[in-house]
Nanobody, 125 residues
Framework: QVQLVESGGGLVQAGGSLRLSCAAS????????MGWFRQAPGKEREFVACISRSGSNTDYADSVKGRFTISRDNAKNTGYLQMNSLKPEDTAVYYCAATWTIDDSAYYRRDYKLWGQGIQVTVSS
């Protein structure tokens, strides 16, 4: 069964940190670029960060640049999003996503084919 499962969300105070994990199963994770997205109440889902298959290239939304770090461990079939200096406006449901690519250095802000179920992150002020 092909799936992505997020974990590590929860409630944190402003200025705090959380690390989200995305466990992949049922497919060859190392052949997929991955990304993180989020959706706040009443808003559209937005891009947060993405990483290439090899992990050599990353990209971030301006709103999280310098605070969030995306990474992956292909040996563990897991991706990560380290979130530091969290702000109340980071409150959202966070989703990981993956898409197959032949290019191990490619990274994408859109057009993902596989999605996790999402996990809540709440930052209190």
């Amino acid at each position: 069964q092909v799936q992505l499962v997020e974990s590590g969300g929860g409630l944190v105070q402003a200025g705090g940190s959380l690390r989200l994990s995305c466990a992949a199963s049922g497919f060859t994770f190392s052949m997929y670029a991955m990304g993180w997205f989020r959706q706040a109440p009443g808003k559209e889902r937005e891009f947060v960060a993405c990483i290439s298959r090899s992990g050599s290239n990353t990209d971030y939304a301006d709103s999280v640049k310098g605070r969030f770090t995306i990474s992956r461990d292909n040996a563990k079939n897991t991706g990560y999003l380290q979130m530091n200096s969290l702000k109340p406006e980071d409150t959202a449901v966070y989703y990981c996503a993956a898409t197959w690519t032949i290019d191990d250095s490619a990274y994408y802000r859109r057009d993902y084919k596989l999605w996790g179920q999402g996990i809540q992150v709440t930052v209190s002020s």
